[in-house]
């Protein structure tokens, strides 16, 4: 039943314009088109719905144009009914519109939900995680995800990065994607100007770095105990990078790391100590750990 009580009708044919046009939005072509992407599955769906209705109540642009459920899912997840009223499916009609193997029961037809640059900046933010240049989606999923959990203001991808709206890249974030601002395509010398500009400190994660992690967590902690530094490699950590401070950190490419040019641009190089024989992290690792310690540092201070 629709919300004012009228029948449902179900939609069976999977050979439908319809259809066809939802399982197109797969597609980039169709996505950069129509801007409208596809969230599939409880989860993903859930975050949406959330975020539209907040939208909506605040007199915002709508997040869910469509939403399109089984019999099966409505009744194991009864928070899809309502605004906006869900279109019953068959299970034949939803296989045809996922891009996935094995559909959860529920698509969702989003509008792009990313924001302009100066947008982010505006809201002052302490902790920006930038993807330079990431291009797998689990990985990229990883990092929006820890940054999320880690209370993060903002994340930031520049240009040739991972489409954020890849249904992989979707599905990878488990519903963070609707959890705060993204900036998509930054060209990254405007970005770090504007980061500096702004008082935001620029970390580069970097297992050459010229400090590591370590130095860094313990220089916080003997300024939180109101002592003095030592001298050496402390002092020029206690100088300059401080993870209670405003911070972006940036996280590059899975092979080739951050380019020089991108390094040079920083304000430190920081390393994540590795303790163990493996080589390195993968980058969605190592942004997690980097993003935890200044989030860590920014709380208890």
Known sequence: MNTDGRPQALMSNPRADRVKEVARLAGRPSRSRQGRFLAEGPQAVREALALHRERMAAGGPPVVEDLFVTTDCLERHPEFAGKPDPRMVTDEVLAAMSSTVTPQGVIAVCS????????MLAGRPRLVAVMVEVRDPGNAGTILRAAD????????????????YNPKTVRSTVGSLFHLPVVLGAELDTLLAELKRQGIAVLAADGHGDVDLDTLQDAGARRRLGARSSSGADGEADAGARLEAPTAWL?????????????????HRVAVPIYGRAESLNVGTAATVCLYASARAQRIN
């Open 112 to 119: 792009f939900i990313d924001v302009p640059l100066e947008q």
């Open 149 to 164: 959990s880690a209370g993060a203001d903002a994340v930031v991808l520049t240009s040739s990065s991972v489409d954020l």
């Open 251 to 267: 996280f590059g490419n899975e092979a080739q790391g951050l380019p020089d040019a991108v390094l040079q641009g920083a304000d």
